[in-house]
C-alpha cells in the first residue's frame, strides 16, 4: 500500500473528506438532475402514477451504480456502505422495527384520544407513498444524509459532530415541506437524526437506516393515514388527528408530536448505546493524525 505521505498532493487533496465528501454529492446532483429531465419526457408519455414508479426505480438504480462505482472509492478509508453482507436482514429489521415504533406511537396517540379511525380508507395514494415516500426518501436521503454526509464529516470532525450536524440538516431540510413549523424541524432533528445516524454508527451500513426510513413513512401514511412530514395522504383507514399540538402534532403529523419525540428518540439513544459498545465512535481527523504521528514505530527488522 503505497504511504499516504508519499502521495502527490492532488491524490491527498482529493482524499481530504471534505473534498471527497463535495465530490460524493457533485455525483449524485448530476445522477438527480439527468434522471430529472429525461423524466420530464416520458411521464407524459407513460403516465403521472407510472411515472413517479419508473422515475424511483431509475434513479435509486443510477444512484446505486454511482455508488458502487465511484464513491464508495472516494477518500482515505474507502468502505462500501452498500455492500451485500447483511442486507436482507438489515432492511428487514429496519422496516419491522419501525413498523413497531410507528403503531407504539399511534396506540399512545390514539389511548390520548389525539387518533381516531373515523372510516374507511383506499389506495389511491399507494403509488405515491410507496415511490416518493418509501423508496425515494429511504434510499436516496439516506445516501446523502448518512452515506456522504454522515461518513464524512464523521472522518473529518468525529462520530459526535457528524451526528449533531447531520441531524439538523435532516430536520431542517423538512423545513419546507407542508404545515412545517420550527418545533416540527427540531423534533425530526432529535427523534429521525438521532435514530437514524445511531442506526449508519451501529452497523457501518445504510441498509438498516433505509429500512427505518422506509417502514417509518410508510406505516404512517399507508396504514394508520397519519401525515407524512406534512404531507397529507390517504392511507388503508381514514383518521383524524385532534386535541393539543404537543400530542397530535397538529397538520405536520405525529412526527410532530412529544409522543414520537419521546419514543423515536429513546430508541435512537439505544442504537447509539450499541455502537458505543462496539467502538464505532470516531475521534477527529486531526487527533487521528497526531496519535499516528505520535506512535512508536516498530524496529526495522535486521
Do not use: C
Not at 425515494?136 to 464523521?154: D, Q, S
Not at 445511531?198 to 452497523?203: D, G, I, V
Request: charged share 15%; net charge negative.
Amino acid at each position: 500500500m503505497t504511504d499516504a505521505v508519499s502521495q502527490p498532493l492532488w491524490k491527498k487533496t482529493v482524499d481530504f473528506p471534505l473534498v471527497a465528501m463535495i465530490i460524493a454529492l457533485l455525483v449524485i446532483a448530476v445522477v438527480v438532475f439527468t434522471v430529472g429531465e429525461v423524466m420530464a419526457v416520458l411521464t407524459p408519455q407513460v403516465g403521472e402514477t407510472a411515472g413517479q414508479l419508473l422515475g424511483a426505480v431509475i434513479v435509486i438504480t443510477l444512484s446505486f451504480l454511482a455508488y458502487k462505482l465511484v464513491i464508495r472509492h472516494l477518500g482515505e478509508r474507502k468502505h462500501d456502505d452498500l455492500r451485500a453482507e447483511n442486507a436482507v436482514r438489515d432492511l428487514g429489521l429496519g422496516i419491522g422495527g419501525s413498523f413497531l415504533l410507528m403503531a407504539a406511537i399511534v396506540g399512545i396517540a390514539a389511548v390520548f384520544d389525539v387518533y381516531n379511525i373515523v372510516g374507511e380508507g383506499g389506495f389511491s395514494d399507494f403509488v405515491f407513498l410507496f415511490a416518493g415516500a418509501g423508496l425515494i426518501a429511504g434510499f436516496m436521503e439516506e445516501l446523502i444524509f448518512r452515506g456522504i454526509l454522515f461518513r464524512w464529516i464523521e472522518e473529518f470532525a468525529g462520530s459526535w459532530a457528524a451526528l449533531v450536524l447531520t441531524a439538523l440538516f435532516f430536520g431542517f431540510a423538512h423545513d419546507a415541506n407542508p404545515n412545517a413549523t420550527t418545533f416540527s424541524s427540531i423534533a425530526i432533528s432529535i427523534e429521525a437524526g438521532l435514530l437514524l445516524g445511531a442506526a449508519y454508527m451501529w452497523t457501518r451500513s445504510l441498509w438498516l437506516p433505509i429500512g427505518i426510513h422506509f417502514g417509518w413513512n410508510m406505516t404512517q401514511g399507508f396504514v394508520f393515514d397519519v401525515p407524512v412530514s406534512g404531507n397529507d395522504v390517504e392511507g388503508l383507514v381514514t383518521a383524524e388527528l385532534s386535541g393539543p399540538e404537543l400530542l397530535s402534532g397538529g397538520a405536520f403529523g405525529l412526527e410532530a408530536s412529544l409522543i414520537a419525540l419521546v419514543l423515536a428518540t429513546a430508541a435512537g439513544l439505544w442504537m447509539l448505546k450499541q455502537a458505543m459498545d462496539k467502538g464505532e465512535v470516531m475521534a477527529p481527523w486531526w487527533v487521528r493524525r497526531k496519535q499516528a504521528l505520535s506512535a512508536p514505530t516498530a524496529p526495522a527488522e535486521e
